[in-house]
């Protein structure tokens, strides 16, 4: 028995050796899944179909604007902050590699320690109470964590807004954009790249992307100038707080 089993351990040697060799050299391995979709900078002539999207991928399931009743009818207020974002040149967008279908988009741009006393000087202009409400809360969610003051720096490269038809998302669309987006803030020479994950999905492809969480906002500790008391925000289930991200291409976690 003895000459059986030392061939049989020869022949697994063998055997995994040869499972070894096809594994270095490539033979074993499958071809990464080609992406049916392209990230690309947005252009001039797709900001307004960009904008026009929104109010159908975006604005209606962001926990913050539909909390407040706001993400079903076109505002001016929110179309030309959109408009002001994408004409900073930074924003991307996902099309159908066959069809040239726009399916999603990253609005991103640069954030300055100004940016929030700005908010609040915008929101003290608007006659709509709950507008007006989520203009001061936008204030206090990009002023609270001090990036500015904690990475010395007076610009940050924000990514505001990400979004995907419904027909395109569990695909990795909403994670290339995002990803592509951080990384294009890197190569534009920032040192914070920060997203504002104002619900669980963006969360976890932050979390994925071994984003830093450095600051976290229940939705239900914020109850701006609310006679009642009560928290402004109630967004439903499972999004319950505004969570900060950052990525730190020039820095190192500590």
Partial sequence: MRPFIQTSKLCSIIRHTKTWQRTIWGR??????????????AHRQEYPCIVEMMWTYYYPNEPTISSLGLGHTHNPFLD?????????GYSFVA???YTGEIVGASLNS???????DEMDAKAKTIKDSKLRDLYHFYA???RAPLLWQKFCTNKIF???????RHQDRNRGVSTNLLDTSRKFGADCGYSVIRCNA???YTAKICENLKMKLVHSIPYCSYIGSNPAQTPLIRAPPPHTELRVYVDLPLFQYK
């Avoid at 030309?80 to 900073?88: F, G």
């Avoid at 640069?110 to 929030?116: A, E, G, L, R």
């Avoid at 924000?158 to 995907?164: A, D, Q």
């Fill in 158 to 164: 924000l990514i505001n807004m990400v979004f995907v």
């Fill in 110 to 116: 640069s954030s300055c320690p100004w940016n929030p």
């Fill in 28 to 41: 074993k391995r499958k071809k990464p899944e080609e992406k049916p979709f392209l990230i690309v900078p």
């Fill in 80 to 88: 030309e902050e959109a408009l002001s974002i994408l004409r900073e």
């Fill in 198 to 200: 104002t619900n669980i």
């Fill in 140 to 142: 206090h969610m990009t």
């Fill in 95 to 97: 099309k159908c590699k």
